[in-house]
């Protein structure tokens, strides 16, 4: 399964920017999919999920802010950030919940993103 991740980069207080990943290769489906960022102390904080039918969760900080949306049929995973703060500067990491053909499920993880927001 190879995982490809794009968008990111700098902006400013106030600004957007996107997000997006996708998976391909011997995959029967995708479960869950979702968006973590690295904070202090190294830990990486939950950013926002999405169910394979489409229920999403997001951390109170990011709500009303950032929008997670997914699509079945490329099996790609978008982030739309939007009144970015200087707070949400991170590395986003992508993660899916991958069945491949076989049945086998495997956790797949994107390389990190850097987002760097400044006023």
């Known amino acids: 399964v190879q995982l490809q991740a794009s968008g990111g980069g700098s902006v400013q207080t106030g600004g957007s920017l996107m997000l997006s990943c996708e998976v391909s290769?011997?995959?029967?489906?995708?479960?869950?999919m979702g968006w973590y960022r690295q904070v202090p102390g190294n830990r990486s904080q939950l950013v926002a999920i999405?169910?394979?039918?489409?229920?999403?969760t997001y951390a109170d900080s990011v709500k009303g802010r950032f929008t997670v949306s997914r699509d079945n049929v490329r099996n790609a995973l978008y982030l739309q950030m939007s009144s970015l703060r200087a707070e949400d500067t991170s590395v986003y990491y992508c993660h899916f919940q991958v069945v491949v053909v076989g049945g086998e499920i495997i956790d797949k993880w994107g390389r990190g993103t850097e987002v760097t927001v400044s006023s």
């Open positions: 290769g011997n995959i029967e489906r995708v479960n869950g």
């Open positions: 999405i169910s394979n039918r489409g229920q999403r």
